[in-house]
């Protein structure tokens, strides 16, 4: 059982926008940078967003992140059918010590 | 380009052992912090291990404390999982991924593509 709380799936239509939440702790997210992972089919998760809510290198600024408390958000805008993948956030919790990610949250792009 | 290649994943049987590696390239392994990530098949991904740059500091998720134990070795740009009592719940495709800097154990900037561990008799 996940730590963090993703909701299972998500839809939208191609170029429409869709938000996906991750709720955590006090000793989570409350207390530590949330990073959020994209996982294609059949391929290694990739890093999209890290500190809550910046991107790397070569992550479209269609992809954003933010952090309130003991929640954070993933944005994507302009949808694309490339886009559909499962997301996953992440973050160290102090109080365990270790990484907690979300369970995951399924993107379809309809 | 920064590599990552895990290695030695196998049928294993339970109560078995078994040792993965992860040979790292491109980068200088020694200042990165280095996680283990796991996904048991049509599972969500699961922090199994961190290391710190050093090795000085190693940390587990409950699920397999105890059990499997990380390590590094600097001077050969590799990471290792030892993996002790294996059970079925271990069976699973094991990643590593290197930290975005020493101490960052949740923020992954680059991953291998995976080796897969099955416990079964």
């Known amino acids: 059982q996940s730590v963090l709380t993703q909701p299972p799936s998500v839809s939208a239509a191609p170029g429409q926008k869709v938000t996906i939440s991750c709720s955590g702790s006090?000793?989570?997210?409350?207390?530590?940078?949330v990073s959020w992972y994209q996982q294609l089919a059949g391929a290694a998760p990739k890093l999209i967003i890290y500190v809550n809510d910046k991107r790397p290198s070569g992550i479209p600024d269609r992809f954003s992140g933010s952090k309130s408390g003991t929640s954070a958000t993933l944005g994507i805008s302009g949808l694309q059918t490339g886009d559909e993948a499962d997301y996953y956030c992440?973050?160290?919790?102090?109080?365990?010590?270790?990484?907690?990610f979300g369970g995951g949250t399924k993107l379809t792009v309809l | 380009d920064v590599q990552l290649l895990e290695s030695g994943g196998d049928l294993v049987q339970p109560g078995g052992s078994l040792r993965l590696s992860c040979a790292a390239s491109?980068?200088?392994?020694?200042?990165?912090?280095m996680s283990w990530v796991r996904q048991a098949p049509g599972k969500g991904l699961e922090w199994v291990s961190g290391?710190?740059?050093?090795?000085?500091?190693?940390f587990y998720a409950d699920s397999v404390r105890g059990r499997f134990t990380v390590s590094r070795d600097n001077s050969e740009n590799t990471l290792y999982l030892q993996m002790g009592s294996l059970r079925a719940e271990d069976t699973a495709i094991y990643y590593c991924a290197k930290g975005l800097h020493d101490g960052s154990h949740n923020e992954l900037d680059y991953w291998g593509q995976g080796t897969l561990v099955t416990v079964s008799s």
């Open positions: 006090s000793s989570s997210i409350g207390q530590n940078h």
């Open positions: 491109a980068f200088t392994f020694s200042i990165y912090a």
């Open positions: 290391i710190t740059g050093s090795g000085g500091s190693t």
């Open positions: 992440a973050s160290w919790d102090s109080r365990l010590e270790r990484v907690l």
